[in-house]
T-cell receptor, first 113, second 112 residues
Framework: GEKVEQHESTLSVREGDSAVINCTYT??????FPWYKQEAGKSLHFVID?????DRKQSQRLIVLLDKKAKRFSLHITATQPEDSAIYFC????????????FGQGTILKVYL | GGIITQTPKFLIGQEGQKLTLKCQQN?????MYWYRQDSGKGLRLIYY???????QKGDLSEGYDASREKKSSFSLTVTSAQKNEMAVFLC???????????FGPGTRLTVL
């Protein structure tokens, strides 16, 4: 079955710098790739997603890139702020409706002053 | 807006005990999910339900049962609690045709 690997277990960046979290997946039929954020002591919430018909999507300071050939996708957070500190999870699904997501292991992002 | 409620927030059981976790949502969403979150391992899908009375197994369904008695509620039963399954159990829901999953606050399970 599908496996999603998140390459960075921990990432520390200075406030104002960019952070990049990388994920790879194994199932070539995967077509939907969301990202979720988990702040300390809280549950997950959706932040951004990308579908396989595009290779880039931006929402304010968040950019997602998708390289289908390499089966790789990444989350770029620009101009980081302390409130960006959290655990970020990437996920992949075969259907664009996100019916059955396979999650990566999570990346702890720490933004320091 | 809506909310997902999970009860109890903390659950302590004995090894071998049958334990039930409950989830309620008032989004009127069709699909509901149960995930297990282990430290450093991300989320793994245990069961999901596309609609009332539907059940679909996830990758981690062995040792668990689920029940979707009505649209708003989804229960998960640990059939025989084991010490190696201490984790946080997360419930989520999603509307038909939507992509985003909405997560509850979780139930932390401890097995003595």
């Amino acid at each position: 079955g599908e496996k999603v690997e998140q390459h960075e277990s921990t990432l520390s960046v200075r406030e104002g710098d960019s952070a990049v979290i990388n994920c790879t997946y194994t199932d070539t039929a995967s077509s939907y790739f969301p990202w979720y954020k988990q702040e300390a002591g809280k549950s997950l919430h959706f932040v951004i997603d990308i579908r396989s018909n595009v290779d880039r999507k931006q929402s304010q300071r968040l950019i997602v890139l998708l390289d289908k050939k390499a089966k790789r996708f990444s989350l770029h957070i620009t101009a980081t702020q302390p409130e960006d500190s959290a655990i970020y999870f990437c996920a992949a699904s075969r259907t664009s409706s996100g019916q059955k997501l396979v999650f990566g292991q999570g990346t702890i992002l720490k933004v320091y002053l | 807006g809506g909310i997902i409620t999970q009860t109890p927030k903390f659950l302590i059981g004995q090894e071998g005990q049958k334990l039930t976790l409950k989830c309620q949502q008032n989004f009127n969403h069709d699909t509901m999910y149960w995930y297990r979150q282990d430290s450093g391992k991300g989320l793994r899908l245990i069961y999901y339900s596309i609609t009332e009375n539907d059940l679909q197994k996830g990758d981690l369904s062995e040792g668990y049962d689920a029940s979707r008695e009505k649209k708003s509620s989804f229960s998960l039963t640990v059939t025989s609690a084991q010490k190696n399954e201490m984790a946080v159990f997360l419930c989520a829901s999603r509307r038909l045709g939507g992509d985003e999953q909405y997560f509850g606050p979780g139930t932390r399970l401890t097995v003595l």
